[in-house]
């Protein structure tokens, strides 16, 4: 089903964690109705902004996935208002910039990066008739335990 021009909820739900422990990750209405809502308010205007496709590393996380991923108790990935990007051919920090920058309606822009080397944008929508935060960070760790810093990128994180 696609959710926008350039999104699909396979794309948006799709977990490699779900499908190698056997867990069903399917979104209910309410999640499919927020990841439509994240692709068209955030996903398609970041698309155009960056100039490029983008890979979707993880959307949609039912509890039993965010938990087996080391997600946060309260993500917005458990009711489909987030998703985890990294644009093709951009680099990360460059992007993270012009999203910042942007009227994007974002809750939260994230610019994550694990001990290992991954690293990718976070972009989380607010609750439907909640005020967007525009919260900018930037996070670095192993996930589930981030340390995160307000406002400013604080050290290079290497492009996906």
């Given at each position: ?93 460059k992007a993270y910039k012009m999203a910042a920058e942007s009227p994007i309606p974002y ?54």
């Amino acid at each position: 089903m696609n959710l926008s021009p350039h999104f699909t909820l396979a794309e948006l739900s799709r977990s490699a964690t779900a499908f190698a422990r056997g867990i069903d990750n399917t979104p209910s209405p309410a999640a499919t109705d927020n990841l439509r809502r994240l692709a068209e308010t955030a996903l398609e205007p970041l698309r155009t902004l960056w100039g490029c496709p983008i890979k979707v590393t993880s959307g949609f996380r039912c509890p039993e996935v965010n938990q087996a991923v080391g997600g946060a108790t309260g993500s917005a990935h458990l009711d489909g208002r987030a998703a985890d990007l990294i644009p093709s051919g951009l680099a990360l920090e460059k992007a993270y910039k012009m999203a910042a920058e942007s009227p994007i309606p974002y809750d939260q822009l994230i610019i994550e990066q694990t001990g290992g080397g991954v690293a990718w944008i976070h972009v989380a929508i607010a609750r439907v008739g909640e005020k967007p935060r525009r919260e900018a960070l930037s996070a670095k760790g192993v996930k589930g335990k981030m340390k995160y810093n307000q406002g400013r990128i604080t050290q290079r994180i290497a492009a996906g």
